[in-house]
């Protein structure tokens, strides 16, 4: 069975700073793995879609990169602003169309003014 | 830009009730889902539905759940005989599958069973 886990749970930093979030999953065979934002009481966001044959993808300040053999993926955010505060789930798809994507608990990030 | 719409936004209801949960996806979009997120917990995948059936379902989804496409826009979600524990806030999402399946999600309905 797919486990997500994201480190940090949470994290604060000053604006301006450039900051890296992990994901980390244990079954390498996915399909497809999407980062997603989540404000408070809020639906999802979709951030970026890695295709499992792709190494990384970039929009605008953000660039997210998938290493299936190590199990790994990065969202970096370059020159955090406060509008960036928010909660940011990574999530896999294993199989497809059909299948439902597997989240992880998500890194709830606070950027300080 | 277009969007997962959902409704209602926020429902209370008495246990043992039933609720009907409503979405309408996005136009073009083959594949629909309803995820839930019970509070301070993952979001968890209940159920796809493609070509008017289910496609896959987890094992939170049981008997107490259904879904339908009672028209050519909405998607529902049933829940018979609420419980305390299905206080959550539920998603619906809706994919192309063209793009790389990236998956779309609406703003969730948040049901809270009393």
């Known amino acids: 069975k797919q486990e997500v886990t994201q480190i940090p749970a949470a994290l604060s930093v000053p604006e301006g700073e450039n900051l890296v979030l992990n994901c980390s999953f244990t079954?390498?065979?996915?399909?497809?793995l999407q980062w997603f934002r989540q404000d408070p009481g809020k639906g999802l966001t979709s951030l970026l879609l890695?295709?499992?044959?792709?190494r990384e993808q970039t929009s605008g300040r953000l660039n997210a990169s998938l290493d299936k053999s190590s199990g790994r993926s990065t969202l970096y955010i370059a020159a955090s602003q406060p509008g960036d505060s928010a909660t940011y789930l990574c999530?896999?798809?294993?199989?497809?169309?059909?299948?439902?994507?597997?989240f992880g608990k998500g890194t709830h990030l606070i950027i300080q003014p | 830009e277009p969007e997962v719409t959902q409704t209602p936004s926020h429902q209370v209801t008495q246990m043992g009730q039933e609720v009907i949960l409503r979405c309408v996806p996005i136009?073009?979009?083959?594949?629909f889902y309803w995820y839930r997120q019970i509070l301070g917990q993952k979001v968890e995948f209940l159920v796809s539905?493609?070509?008017?059936?289910?496609?896959?379902k987890s094992e939170i989804f049981d008997d107490q759940f259904s879904v339908e496409r009672p028209d050519g826009s909405n998607f529902t979600l049933k829940i018979r005989s609420t419980k305390l524990e299905d206080s959550a806030m539920y998603f619906c999402?809706?994919?192309?599958?063209?793009?790389?399946?990236?998956?779309?999600f609406g703003e969730g309905s948040w049901l809270t069973v009393v």
């Open positions: 999402a809706s994919s192309d599958w063209v793009s790389g399946n990236t998956i779309y």
């Open positions: 079954d390498s065979a996915i399909y497809n």
């Open positions: 890695i295709q499992s044959s792709q």
């Open positions: 999530a896999l798809n294993t199989g497809g169309g059909a299948d439902g994507l597997t």
């Open positions: 136009s073009n979009h083959l594949y």
């Open positions: 539905f493609y070509n008017n059936e289910i496609s896959e």
